[in-house]
């Protein structure tokens, strides 16, 4: 006997035959003689269409009714699914996170969990129930709901693993695992049967959309095996996904695992900005203070005592970004604020980097023979990113994954 957590996304439960077809696949498990918690998103386009309405009703809407707006999407496919589950003969109880508790911080609309108190739900999956787990949620110290932020119920299905000591997290998606590139746009990508912590860590967090960058880092940190398995495939050879391990369960390293792209990006440039000490402190600090995450930085070298400094952020952010940055122009004392929101960030991951020369000169020289130009360059131990113009993002992926020998 195992115990379980099992998530289905917001496809999976998209509707009431979709609800019937994860509860009849949560009573296999429970017929193995499994111990079962189901997490679950809110169905297809509800949290969409809820973030809507807080933002055609104000812009700059009051993040605690957000939450509580937001939130409810997970708690009504909870009880759909306790109540499909009940008609299968399946003894099942839905859970908010408050009621377990789910213990955040105060960030509300981003939190971070904090603590779980998984005892009552440990004691009622021992006697044979099925826990069904709104994700996504959890309580603040203000006690409200507070949400994880987009993509949070892949965190909250991983934390309640780690706090319940499960065997295993099976995540279930639209996609039958974890990939080389988006087969959308390269049809020979090759589904990988195991991919190590590190590598998916670096794929999420640079646009790579399985799995939410966060849920992973916590599943490294808390050694949770995690599966990227499909809701719409047959169990057993059918639907054998992609385990996440350790990288040492990994015996033939590959020296690129895969390519990942995001259009969610855009680039802040200032012009002219004093080349003194402090200076990054003075921009970054409110950006930070405004909880914007700011990825690739450059600044140029000093010209008559002033630089030029460019970054990317989210796209969704920019907006905020130009008007932190305009209220602090006479403290940080910038000349000129450009903005691109056309770009692309193009990214190779693989942990065998690390024993491997020459790999960011191939990305360099693939992207130049396509007249394809690099504006902003990052890297780091087992990724190398570069910005690129947005129209150029499908040709990059293409050549990139055919020049490191990932085609299938």
């Not at 002033?306 to 969704?316: E, K, L, N, S, V």
Request: hydrophobic residues 45%.
């Amino acid at each position: 006997m195992a115990r379980i957590v099992m998530k289905f996304g917001g496809t999976s439960v998209a509707d009431l035959d979709r609800i019937r077809n994860v509860a009849e696949r949560v009573r296999r498990q429970v017929a193995s003689g499994d111990q079962v918690a189901v997490v679950v998103s809110a169905m297809a386009g509800a949290t969409n269409q809820l973030v809507g309405w807080c933002q055609a009703l104000s812009p700059l809407h009051d993040a605690r009714e957000y939450d509580a707006v937001v939130a409810t999407g997970e708690q009504v496919t909870t009880g759909l699914l306790a109540i499909a589950l009940q008609a299968l003969g399946i003894e099942a109880r839905s859970w908010a996170g408050w009621q377990i508790p789910l213990l955040t911080d105060d960030s509300h609309g981003a939190a971070r969990i904090q603590s779980i108190d998984a005892s009552g739900l440990i004691a009622r999956m021992e006697r044979g129930q099925v826990a069904v787990v709104a994700g996504f949620q959890g309580l603040a110290p203000d006690n409200r709901i507070a949400t994880l932020g987009r993509g949070g119920s892949d965190t909250s299905a991983v934390a309640l693993a780690a706090a319940v000591a499960a065997d295993r997290c099976d995540i279930y998606t639209d996609v039958d695992g974890v990939y080389t590139t988006d087969p959308r746009i390269v049809p020979r990508a090759r589904r990988l049967d195991r991919i190590a912590y590190e590598e998916m860590l670096e794929l999420a967090s640079v646009g790579a959309k399985v799995l939410q960058a966060r849920s992973v880092e916590l599943a490294m940190k808390e050694r949770v095996r995690v599966q990227v398995l499909s809701s719409f495939a047959d169990d057993g050879q059918t639907n054998r996904g992609t385990l996440l391990v350790d990288e040492d369960e990994i015996v033939e390293k590959e020296i690129v695992t895969g390519i990942a792209y995001s259009r969610d990006e855009a680039k802040v440039t200032l012009r002219h900005v004093p080349d003194r000490p402090g200076v990054a402190t003075s921009v970054f600090g409110p950006l930070s203070q405004a909880r914007v995450n700011v990825d690739m930085i450059v600044q140029n070298v000093s010209a008559e005592g002033a630089t030029d400094m460019t970054f990317t952020i989210g796209r969704a952010d920019l907006p905020r970004v130009i008007d932190c940055l305009e209220r602090e122009r006479a403290n940080i004392g910038f000349a000129t604020l450009l903005t691109d929101s056309d770009v692309a960030k193009i990214s190779v991951v693989g942990v065998g980097m690390r024993s491997h020369a020459g790999i960011a000169n191939t990305m360099f020289r693939t992207l130049a023979e396509r007249a394809i130009n690099i504006q902003v360059i990052s890297t780091s131990e087992i990724k190398v990113s570069v910005l690129i113009a947005e129209d150029y993002t499908e040709l990059a992926v293409r050549a990139l994954h055919t020049a490191y020998g990932l085609d299938a």
